[in-house]
């Protein structure tokens, strides 16, 4: 599910997490997603903040890989809906 990275870059990517206001996005993001319904919120949640593919959240939920590419496709579009335009294009 999770690639490997270096741990010098891990040590890199960890400290511009802690300071490049990666938090204040998450936070919105979660806002935003509380207000999707529940099978958008989850393979949005999956794959932008927890970094599944596509196979593991088909695998996950029983669907087909097709079947889950659609529904981000489909989730990203109600996302920038549901958050008017005030960050969906900095947040995904």
Do not use: C
Not at 19 to 34: N, T, V, W
């Amino acid at each position: 599910r999770f690639s490997a990275i270096d741990p010098e870059y891990e040590q890199m990517y960890g400290d511009w997490k802690e300071h490049s206001g990666f938090e204040e996005k998450k936070d919105g993001i979660e806002r935003i997603l509380e207000r999707l319904p529940g099978h958008f919120a989850l393979v949005l949640r999956l794959h932008y903040l927890e970094r599944w593919s596509h196979q593991d959240i088909a695998d996950h939920t029983g669907e087909n890989a097709g079947t889950i590419k659609a529904r981000i496709h489909r989730a990203k579009a109600a996302f920038k809906k549901e958050s008017k335009g005030e960050e969906a294009e900095s947040l995904l």
